[in-house]
């Protein structure tokens, strides 16, 4: 279970990273960080999975690399 507010955060900020990382890809980075503090923890984890989940769906390139840093 993921807590309802967490899962808002997601669904609000993933139109704008996912254009980004689509973007970079395009110029060739592949390695990212996805860093959180506190409750920004818990979503840089959701965007990391949902990231992975993407890409072994092939709608993100799966040669891409997230580190995830939470603290």
Known sequence: ???IRWLISLGYLAPTMLQQIRRSS????????????????????LT??????LAENGELP??????????
Not at 26 to 45: L, N, W
Not at 48 to 53: D, V
């Open 1 to 3: 279970m993921v807590h």
């Open 26 to 45: 395009e110029e060739g980075i592949r390695d990212f960080i996805i860093p959180g503090h506190r409750q920004g923890g818990a979503i840089s984890f």
């Open 62 to 71: 799966k040669d891409i690399v997230c580190k995830t840093y939470c603290s």
């Open 48 to 53: 990391s999975s949902y990231i992975h989940y």
